[in-house]
């Protein structure tokens, strides 16, 4: 992996570029956005680099440790890949997840950023005794493992979701599959979501056609909404090498199969409105990481920009946090690191 200063600083220097009024749209009403050049080719190709030497090759024996997801947090934020900090934090990703919520950069806030290798394997290789199989999953909605409670009404989004591609849909298979919503009335939208595994005293299943039998006979009414509004309106969102899928906490989706033998490489990332303690990170805090000699995040603390501070959780220019005592001494701590605090003072 390169060094991580120098592709971390590069990143900030490319201009941002913005979401068009049809994504937003998209993203608000039908509840997702598949944009294609969100995100700079170079620093993509970099980022595959790094996930190709960190994961196993597809076939080996190595690469059937990890078929589930997020690869037991091996590859999150911060991570020693430059180009996997550098997307986590790029401008345009960030100006892209403030804008569907309709809020500043500067009320963003990271909770998720890992990327896990999808391996395609054969129908008959799918571990079929394995309910959290992830293969072909059953289609869900992400918010009970990233939120306390339950999302707000539709209009009230607090957070974006996000996917990033380093393969094409030609290549592996294995989009991601949505349902669109086609508005407040949508029989595949009812409120609340509790029609899925993992909700009320339903139990987590990942794999499509275990989690279906169970859901049969747990609760035959959700079993057949599923199978009537589901399953039959999924799309697939037909990705390209670097394309990013924005969705929500209560869009209906799911993944599906890569092709056997195929590995895809997919970047996941999740932003929230500040201030919402209930979206709970999905990783160890930031901080955790300041305990590793070469510090790499410190640098990176202070090597960011004031925006992308913010949105780690670092308190922004204003805050009542910040008074002179406070400043001279997060100055004396990341001076040496060479951060400028005067946006602070
Ligand atoms: O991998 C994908 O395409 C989607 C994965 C997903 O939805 C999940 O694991 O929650
Ligand atoms: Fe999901």
């Known amino acids: 992996m390169r060094n991580p200063s120098i592709v971390f600083v590069q990143s900030q220097q ?10 937003i749209h998209s993203w608000r009403e039908q509840g997702f956005a598949l944009v294609h050049d969100l995100l700079p080719k170079s620093l993509l190709v970099e980022l595959k680099h790094d996930a190709l030497e960190h994961y196993p090759a597809p076939g080996t024996e190595a690469a059937s440790s990890y078929n589930d997801f997020s690869s037991g947090q091996s590859f ?40 896990w290798p999808k391996y395609g394997k054969p129908d008959s290789q799918t571990n079929s005794d394995a309910e959290d199989d992830n293969n072909d999953q059953r289609i869900h909605c992400d ?36 349902v669109p919503r086609s508005g407040p009335e949508d029989p595949a939208y009812p409120w609340p979501i509790i029609q899925t595994p993992g909700v009320g005293d339903l139990k987590y299943i990942n794999d499509r056609r275990k989690a279906e039998a169970y859901m049969a006979e747990q609760d035959p009414q959700g079993a057949a909404f599923r199978a009537q509004h589901l399953y039959p309106r999924e799309v697939l969102a037909k990705y390209q090498f670097g394309s990013v899928l924005l969705y929500r906490h209560d869009t209906w989706h799911r993944g599906r199969p890569v092709t056997p033998d195929a590995l895809r490489l997919a970047q996941n990332l999740t932003f929230t409105k500040a201030g919402r303690e209930w979206l709970t990170p999905a990783h160890a ?42 400043i001279a001494a997060v100055e004396a701590r990341y001076a040496p690191l060479g951060m400028d605090m005067s946006p602070y003072r």
Not at 14 to 23: A, E, I, K, Y
Not at 81 to 86: L, V
Not at 298 to 317: C, H, M, N, S, W
Request: glycine share 4%; with cysteine.
């Open 143 to 178: 918010y009970p493992n990233h939120s306390l409670v339950h999302p707000p009404q539709w209009d009230r989004p607090e957070a974006v979701e996000v996917i990033v591609y380093l393969n094409s849909y030609e290549e592996c298979e294995g989009a991601t599959a949505v």
């Open 285 to 326: 805090g930031w901080s955790w990481s300041m305990y590793k000699p070469d510090k790499f995040m410190e640098k990176l603390i202070a090597r960011a920009t004031v925006e992308q501070r913010t949105v780690l959780g670092f308190p922004a220019p204003g805050h009542d946090y910040w008074t002179a005592y406070t």
């Open 14 to 23: 490319l201009s941002n570029t913005r979401l068009g009024q049809t994504h």
């Open 76 to 115: 999150v934020f911060p991570s020693r890949s430059a180009a996997f900090n550098a997307i986590t934090l790029h401008p345009s990703l960030l100006q892209a997840a403030a804008d569907l919520l309709d809020i500043t950069v500067m009320e963003l806030r990271l909770t998720q950023s890992d990327l």
